[in-house]
């Protein structure tokens, strides 16, 4: 017996380790997308929530490089400045011209305070946005939070339905009008393959009878999309497209809530350096969505890995989309 669980604890450690010497090789693509053209963004404004972290972060660095104004909405302004100064040392690093506020042209790096947990925050973010961007080219609803205990936003919503469906949405309701003047204009949303876990429950989407945060998560996921894919509709015929990803598993932040033993740390760390995405690697389907002229005119679909991919349909039906749509409108507070 001991000898057998000693065999299976080899093969699994010479596994991880084969597969990290993989890694370290380089056979798995770096830019999916392509990468070059250092000019393509040149002249586009792209805002990217949550951008001082993990996949906005990577998305921002390379958003940055092909030359766009990127601004980081981000909760926290010390944790953004520390990112916006990493992003400009990189940038300089790899020899392009420093970005920076007052640089005035391209690769600029703007950072605005958002807090999606709170409908004041969205409201005052957009305000300001509106009165200082002429133009906003794209717009990537990143931020998210996963999986983490019983809690409320600053509103009374459900975190995880508040973050990552609820402050989106309003975000991207008030800044419609500067992406269709802005047009053709794109939308791209962060949403996750554990969508198809969730389920909206419209009798109780502020989970007050009962919370289990997984569920939770992916129900937020599955909002994403069913609001991708409801906004998509809606946009029909203004040149302003939204389309909605997942990213694959990633090694960001994101687990922050996840409790792992302290003896079992080194080897979920082993694992996830060996088998989880780069936050470059995990970047490259936003990334393409928000700079690829291939996807021109592109609407309402669901990407992995820079690939269109078929969704369960409990995230196509149509009917729960529209009433998701309709209350989250009085949940926002938007009048029709
Ligand atoms: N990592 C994965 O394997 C994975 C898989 C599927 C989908 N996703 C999705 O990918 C997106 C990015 O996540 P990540 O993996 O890059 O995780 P991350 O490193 O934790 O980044 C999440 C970002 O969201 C921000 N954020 C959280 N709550 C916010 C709030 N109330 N207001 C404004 N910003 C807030 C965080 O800000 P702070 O730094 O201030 O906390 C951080 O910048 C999420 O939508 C996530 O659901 C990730």
């Known amino acids: 017996m001991a000898v057998a669980t000693a065999v299976a604890l080899l093969a699994a450690l010479g596994g991880t380790l084969w597969l990290a010497a993989r890694r370290i090789g380089g056979t798995r693509a770096q830019r999916l997308h392509g990468g070059g053209d250092s000019g393509l963004m040149r002249g586009k404004t792209v805002l990217i929530t949550g951008a001082n972290s993990g996949l906005g972060r990577a998305t921002a660095a390379e958003l940055?490089?092909?030359g766009a104004r990127v601004i980081m909405g981000c909760r926290d302004r010390a944790r953004a400045e520390e990112a916006a100064g990493q992003l400009r040392r990189e940038l300089r690093q790899a020899g392009d011209p420093s970005p920076g506020p007052d640089a005035g042209g391209p690769g600029e790096l703007v950072i605005k305070e958002l807090d999606l947990a709170s409908l004041r925050s969205v409201r005052a973010f957009c305000q300001e946005l509106l009165q200082e961007e002429p133009r906003l080219d794209v717009l990537i609803n990143n931020a998210g939070i996963f999986q983490c205990p019983y809690m409320k936003t600053e509103d009374g919503f459900e975190m995880q339905f508040g973050v990552n469906?609820?402050?989106?949405?309003l975000l991207t309701n008030l800044l419609l009008g500067l992406l269709k003047s802005s047009a053709p204009s794109r939308i791209v949303v962060v949403s996750s393959k554990l969508y198809k876990y969730g389920d909206i429950n419209f009798e109780d989407l502020n989970s007050e009878q009962?919370?289990?945060?997984?569920?939770?998560?992916s129900r937020s996921k599955l909002a994403n999309i069913l609001f991708t894919r409801e906004l998509a509709r809606r946009l029909e015929g203004t040149n302003v497209t939204v389309n909605v990803l997942h990213p694959g598993i990633v090694r960001t932040n994101l687990g922050r809530y996840v409790h792992i033993p302290l003896l079992a740390k080194p080897l979920f760390n082993l694992v996830s350096w060996a088998f989880f995405k780069s936050p470059l690697e995990g970047a490259q389907t936003s990334i393409y969505l928000a700079s690829s002229p291939e996807i021109e005119g592109v609407s309402g679909k669901?990407?992995?890995d820079c690939k269109e991919e078929e969704?369960?349909?409990?995230?196509?039906d149509e009917s729960v989309a529209r009433k998701l749509w309709d209350i989250s409108e009085v949940m926002v507070g938007i009048l029709k």
Not at 165 to 169: A, D, K, R, T
Not at 311 to 316: D, S, T, Y
């Open 302 to 304: 669901y990407f992995g």
């Open 210 to 217: 009962n919370y289990n945060k997984s569920f939770c998560y």
């Open 64 to 66: 940055l490089r092909l």
């Open 165 to 169: 469906h609820l402050g989106h949405f």
């Open 311 to 316: 969704l369960l349909p409990k995230a196509m």
